[in-house]
């Protein structure tokens, strides 16, 4: 979920998954949940952490497989670096099968 404004919109959306719980009947496990903050005001992120139960991720998180940074420009190095080292490791490991091109 994306919130434009957080400080007003995490009362409101504590309020929606309160709601959703009580008509589905699950429940949202804030142990695990957490929140990432895309602002450079310790002030404002001190505040919305005080208001949110999740755990608050500091530098980067997890989300669709993509890690997704603070920084723009850590993008490239969190996700194509480790991604481009896996395909070549991939592709090494195929160079020691005894096998044709057409078999690979």
């Known amino acids: 979920v994306y919130l434009e404004n957080p400080i007003v919109?995490?009362?409101?959306?504590?309020?929606?998954?309160?709601n959703f719980s009580k008509v589905s009947g699950y429940k949202i496990n804030v142990q695990k949940s957490q929140?990432?903050?895309?602002?450079n005001n310790r002030q404002t992120e001190s505040q919305?952490?005080?208001?949110?139960?999740?755990?608050?991720a500091s530098k980067r998180i997890k989300y669709l497989g993509i890690q997704l940074t603070r920084d723009v420009k850590d993008l490239f190095k969190e996700n194509y670096k480790p991604?481009?080292?896996e395909i070549r490791e991939d592709t090494n490991k195929l160079k020691n099968i005894p096998c044709s091109w057409v078999g690979r």
Not at 9 to 18: C, D, F, H, M, V
């Open 9 to 18: 919109s995490a009362q409101n959306l504590l309020k929606l998954i309160s």
């Open 83 to 85: 991604l481009l080292k």
């Open 35 to 39: 929140a990432f903050l895309y602002t």
């Open 48 to 56: 919305i952490m005080s208001e949110l139960p999740f755990t608050i």
